[in-house]
């Protein structure tokens, strides 16, 4: 049994050396190829839209707040958004080359969880990011894809309740289900019916 778990442990360590990133929830397609991409401190980007809420999370949860040059040409940044009516809602598409990055999407969902598969994809210190060239493709099999937190029977603080989001985000799921009340009681205050507490 200690042998079977030794071998197990070293055909993962295999696999995660030979594919490269491991993403969680795994992408549809993801084609390896050979290569890195390395971003210093100043990052250039090309977007038609510099204050989408999708740019703003690239930038403090993958670039780690690093100093961005905006591009009036797509072939000139590092970091390209294009759109893509054809792919789905939640879909998009990353490709990655020594020079540039490209991600595509339908629209902002789509970029978002563009944006998550990049935060697991990316490696080393803020200052000097590395990305393993590949081609990524994906998009959600189902429709709904929750989260569900009982703060009826368990009491948690802000900040707890706000990394539970954010973690149930970087897993793409998109609808948070909070349970509330429990027939013992009504958690929240609300002053205007001050009987429920």
Request: proline share 5%; hydrophobic share 40%; charged share 20%.
């Amino acid at each position: 049994m200690k042998h079977r778990l030794s071998i197990l442990l070293l055909l993962v360590s295999y696999v995660t050396l030979a594919c490269g990133q491991i993403v969680f929830p795994s992408p549809n397609q993801v084609e390896m190829k050979k290569g890195k991409l390395t971003l210093r401190k100043n990052i250039s980007m090309y977007t038609a839209d510099t204050t989408a809420f999708y740019i703003s999370l690239l930038r403090s949860e993958v670039l780690r707040d690093a100093s961005v040059k905006w591009q009036s040409k797509a072939s000139a940044a590092h970091i390209c958004w294009m759109n893509d009516p054809s792919l789905p809602p939640e879909g998009y598409k990353i490709s990655i080359n020594p020079k540039q990055m490209t991600i595509t999407a339908s629209g902002e969902r789509g970029f978002i969880y563009a944006v998550q598969t990049l935060r697991q994809w990316v490696s080393g210190p803020a200052g000097k990011l590395t990305f393993a060239c590949a081609d990524i493709t994906d998009s959600p099999r189902m429709q709904w894809r929750c989260f569900l937190l009982d703060s009826g029977r368990q009491y948690q603080r802000i900040s707890t309740i706000k990394k539970y989001i954010d973690m149930a985000s970087l897993l793409k799921m998109n609808y948070f289900h909070w349970h509330l009340t429990e027939g013992l009681g009504w958690r929240i205050e609300i002053k205007r019916y001050p009987r429920l507490a």
